[in-house]
T-cell receptor, first 112, second 115 residues
Framework: SQQGEEDPQALSIQEGENATMNCSYK?????LQWYRQNSGRGLVHLIL?????REKHSGRLRVTLDTSKKSSSLLITASRAADTASYFC????????????FGQGTTLQVKP | GAVVSQHPSWVICKSGTSVKIECRSL??????MFWYRQFPKQSLMLMAT?????????EQGVEKDKFLINHASLTLSTLTVTSAHPEDSSFYIC???????????FGEGSRLTVL
C-alpha cells in the first residue's frame, strides 16, 4: 500500500480534553503535513513540519516528528466541539513534485 | 489566500454517461495539479498528476482511458469519468501547485453519484 497508517482510526473525547493522533509512514520524506477534513468537505491545511524539525506548534496544535521511527503525532489541546472532523497526515514521499501520500486518517469526535 | 475551485461540487448521473469535473486555480498559475479519489470513510488516494501542456501521469491501477485528464491551461485541469458506473461513485478532490512558490492548495471536492 502506498499509504501510511494512522491510529487511532476513531477517537471520541469530551470537550476540554486533549486529543492525540499518530501517523506512521514508509518512505523517506522532505516534510510531513497534517490536514483536517469536515464531513463531505475539502481539506484544510493545518501544519507542515520539515524532516529536520522535531516539533512544531500552531495555536492549540502541536506536531512532533520522529524520522528514525517514521512517525508523527498531532496533539490538539483543550479540544472543542468544532474540532470534530477527520484528520490526515500526508507525506511527500521524498519527492518535491507536490504529490502527497495520505495516511488512513483519524476520525475525531469531540462531545460538548 | 490562494483559492482552488472545483465544479461541479456534486453531480448525479446515469450509468454509462460521462462526467467532467473542473479544477480551477482562481488567482495563481499551476503547472501541476493532482487528482485524488476518496471513498466514504476512507482516505485520499492519488489518481494522477496533471501537467500543463503534457500528458497526465497516472498512478498504478488507475485506468487512463477511464479517467481522462486534460490540463489545457495554467489555471484549469479537467477530469472526465467516462462511461461511469456505480462503483465510480466517489468524492474527487484536486490540488494545485502554485507555480512560483510550490505551495499546494486543495479544492473543495466534487461528489459523484452514479445511478
Amino acid at each position: 500500500s502506498q499509504q501510511g497508517e494512522e491510529d487511532p482510526q476513531a477517537l471520541s473525547i469530551q470537550e476540554g480534553e486533549n486529543a492525540t493522533m499518530n501517523c506512521s509512514y514508509k518512505t523517506s520524506i522532505n516534510n510531513l503535513q497534517w490536514y483536517r477534513q469536515n464531513s463531505g468537505r475539502g481539506l484544510v491545511h493545518l501544519i507542515l513540519i520539515r524532516s529536520n524539525e522535531r516539533e512544531k506548534h500552531s495555536g492549540r496544535l502541536r506536531v512532533t516528528l520522529d524520522t528514525s521511527k517514521k512517525s508523527s503525532s498531532l496533539l490538539i489541546t483543550a479540544s472543542r466541539a468544532a474540532d470534530t472532523a477527520s484528520y490526515f497526515c500526508a507525506t511527500d514521499a521524498g519527492s518535491n513534485t507536490g504529490k502527497l501520500i495520505f495516511g488512513q486518517g483519524t476520525t475525531l469526535q469531540v462531545k460538548p | 489566500g490562494a483559492v482552488v475551485s472545483q465544479h461541479p461540487s456534486w453531480v448525479i448521473c446515469k450509468s454509462g454517461t460521462s462526467v467532467k469535473i473542473e479544477c480551477r486555480s482562481l488567482d495563481f498559475q499551476a503547472t501541476t495539479m493532482f487528482w485524488y479519489r476518496q471513498f466514504p470513510k476512507q482516505s485520499l488516494m492519488l489518481m494522477a498528476t496533471s501537467n500543463e501542456g503534457s500528458k497526465a501521469t497516472y498512478e498504478q491501477g488507475v485506468e487512463k482511458d477511464k479517467f481522462l485528464i486534460n490540463h489545457a491551461s495554467l489555471t484549469l485541469s479537467t477530469l472526465t469519468v467516462t462511461s461511469a458506473h456505480p462503483e465510480d461513485s466517489s468524492f474527487y478532490i484536486c490540488s494545485a501547485r502554485q507555480q512560483n512558490t510550490g505551495e499546494l492548495f486543495f479544492g473543495e471536492g466534487s461528489r459523484l453519484t452514479v445511478l
